[in-house]
């Protein structure tokens, strides 16, 4: 790195995505490659958000609406909050990003779950604030451990909810006795990219916490309203914190495409109602299969599942890798041990089924 960037940028690593479908076809020779490694929507995007980007890419001469107006009441109207206490961003990542840009002072703690989503981490060390790692617990996190570790400097607490890399999720009982009398110099970030894959009647409705100032939701349109390749996610939060963030925020951070797919993927309820379907009926046959194959899939309630494969789990990536089915390894997050593969269409499900025990078979 140059020796003029910040110091505190010299010991970090730049985040590495799942590799792409182009740069597999560049490593194998493979006609059909499939990518079960970023946790996209396999079913696409919806008709109704392909239809509105068309209608929008006549004005793109245009800047965007810089504060998202049409997609803001659309939504502050379907989830019953304030429009005032949204805010866009470039993906939910920038608004994780957006969070630590209004908040972190210098010698400012972020407390995070590891392993965890490592953006959390990036982002902190980038922003110039020390983070502690509270470890998972049997794959979920240890939130009494995590109220323990706050302290003075604990600015951030960073929770997502359900995980990534893990799908396991907090329940509302171990969130409430989590912010229940909670410092008052402590904010929490709750992810929930992956919020409308739960189904659990035990998973908190964080928006029901927002009026104690307590909480900061993001949430994505990458995952279930597929939109990924757009950027385009929001944070919900009282508006006195949301107006911190809206002062750190770029005025033209989400682009006019991604603004009006959003505000018509929203509408598009028969489109959302398949994916999930489509993820239900995936994770009862991947679990299934893998568990057939003596293989531990963790019990999980996102579009992923990761799987417990032991100490041959680096020879299976590399094994599917080969075989044209991308999936994600875990070692960047020390869970050597397994790997995570996203649910995908039914064909892709069978098809990485078939390869994975072609590799178990034959070892490659
Ligand atoms: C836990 C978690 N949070 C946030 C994100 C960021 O999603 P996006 O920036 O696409 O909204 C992801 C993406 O994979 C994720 O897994």
Redesign the pocket.
Known sequence: MDSRARRTLANLKAYQPGTSIQEARRQVKRSKIIKLA??ENPLGMSPKAKQAVRAALGSLHRYPDATCRTLRLKLAKQLKVQPEGLVFGN????V?TLAMKAFLEPGDEVLVAYPA?L?YELQAQAHGAAFRRVPLKDYRYDLPAMRAAINSKTKLVFI?NP??PTGTYVTRAELEAFLSDLPTHVLVVM?E??YEFVTAKDYPQTLDYVGTRKVLI?R????AYGL?GL?V?YGVAHPEIAAALEVAREPFNVNSLAQAAAAAALDDRAFLKATLALMREGRWYLERELKALQLLPIPGSTNFVLVDCGSQAAQVVQGLFQRGVIVRGMRAWHLEHCFRVSIGTMPENRRFIKELKAVLAHGS
Request: hydrophobic content about 30%.
């Open positions: 970023s946790n993906g939910s990542d920038e994780l989503f953006i997502a995980d990534n992810d990219a992956y993001t994505s349109f990458s995952k990924a950027r996610g």
